[in-house]
């Protein structure tokens, strides 16, 4: 069946060939190709340090933890972002709160975070780690979270699993130069791939320890670490409850194969957004705005809809283009709606923006192999039910 879909990985021959040769070598896993994967992220968005994991949920999960997040802390993130976002926090016992998002980035409000900030200092209930998510690509405005971390005492995490290539004034988006750890995800709709993957970056050596070592168990085999001598070559310990996170040999050779590439895959997404841009202009829907201070990566390329001005519904629209396989998506319904958050007890009018959002977003597909004709064929199918005539 004909189908475009939102977001698909791009796989070259050397790709292949990269992980056919770790397939013919010694090691699978825990071989050569993890650290030269990390070593080369790490150069390619300025950081000190890299640690790969087999997703950007676990990348999340080992930030929290390397940041002391438990029971009783609280945590801030976008509401309009994938449920891994928020998860990270629960699976360390603490609780999660959202701030609404802004009219024109969809990132989070900086004017919400700030009045946020100032009633939570007025109760007590101020939040150890805020977690700004660069939708779509975009990097959130990092340098105000940062000043308001110094004001309200929290440490920051950037979700940047959509923006890996991307640029926060004229710098690499993962650089922390405004947060203590970056995460990447390497899921095949994200801009490069392993397959499944993540990268957790930052420039603090002890952060970076502490998320290597809980990558794997929390096992130790250096012996300034131990508690007691080596007990012989075989010898290493556990030092407390970590998991087995880590990334195959297989993902990091795809890794360091598709970095290669990652300019071009986030210029031919400039170029396709600029496509869009120009099919839409002057209609019924508001293409993506972009910061004066980002180069976004582009993940996604979200336009809204302008409902008052058309006379069928969101959901209209969306049954249409899926009906033509068209695989348009909603990113994201708002967390705080989940089921499992639902229950506890967050209120829809608190989120507004992030409301007024999900009621008029669709992402259309994007992604380096997609080509201006199915783009043309995307925008026709999209403008038709908006009450365009079409001639045939
Ligand atoms: C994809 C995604 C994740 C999770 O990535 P995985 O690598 O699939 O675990 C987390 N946050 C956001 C914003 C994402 O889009």
Redesign the pocket.
């Known amino acids: 069946m004909f189908m475009i879909p939102y977001g698909r990985h791009s796989i070259s021959d050397e790709d292949i060939e990269a992980v056919v040769r770790v397939l013919r070598s010694d090691f699978l896993t825990q071989g050569p190709r993890i650290p030269e994967f990390e070593l080369q992220i790490a150069k390619k968005v300025n950081a000190n340090f890299a640690v790969a994991v087999n ?4 990348a ?1 999960h080992l930030a929290c933890l390397a940041l002391g997040v438990k029971r009783g802390d609280v945590v801030w993130t976008s509401p309009i ?2 449920v ?2 928020a998860n990270c926090a629960r699976y360390c016992g603490a609780q999660v709160d959202f701030i609404d998002i802004d009219t024109r980035t969809y990132n989070l409000s900086i004017i919400k975070l700030e009045e946020k900030l100032e009633l939570a200092k007025k109760e007590g209930r101020l939040p150890k780690v805020v977690i700004p ?1 660069h ?1 779509a690509g975009q990097s959130c405005e990092m340098s105000e979270i940062k000043e308001l971390s110094k004001k309200y005492h929290f440490r920051i995490i950037e ?1 940047a ?2 923006a890996v290539g991307g640029m926060y004034k004229g710098e690499p988006i993962g650089n922390c130069k405004y947060s203590d750890i970056s ?1 990447f ?3 095949p ?2 801009i490069i791939t392993t397959g ?3 990268v957790a970056v930052t420039n603090d050596a002890e952060l970076n320890h502490r998320m290597a070592r809980l990558r794997s168990h929390g096992i130790t085999r250096s012996q300034e670490e131990m508690t007691i001598p080596s007990e012989g070559d075989w010898f290493y310990q556990q030092l407390e409850l970590g998991y087995n996170y880590r990334m195959t040999d297989l993902q990091a050779a795809l890794g360091i194969s598709q970095l290669q590439r990652l300019d071009e895959f986030v210029s031919k997404r400039h170029d396709l957004a600029s496509n869009y841009d120009k099919l839409l202009k002057g209609k019924p829907v508001i293409s993506p705005f972009q910061h004066k201070d980002s180069y976004s990566a582009f993940h996604l390329y979200i336009v809204r809809l302008k409902l008052e001005e058309i006379n069928v519904t969101h959901r209209q629209v969306f049954e249409r283009l899926r009906s033509h396989g068209i695989q348009v998506n909603l990113h994201y319904i708002p967390v705080y709606r989940h089921p499992y958050y639902a229950k506890m007890g967050y209120k829809r009018q608190d989120f507004p923006e992030a409301e007024a959002y999900y009621s008029e977003a669709i992402s259309l597909p994007l992604y380096p192999d997609l080509t201006f004709d199915q783009q043309e064929l995307v925008v026709e199918r999209l403008l038709t039910p908006l009450g365009h005539q079409t001639i045939f």
């Open positions: 997703s950007a949920t676990s999340l972002t994938f891994a976002s998510v939708l979700d699993s959509h995460v995800s390497f899921h709709v994200k499944e993957g993540g």
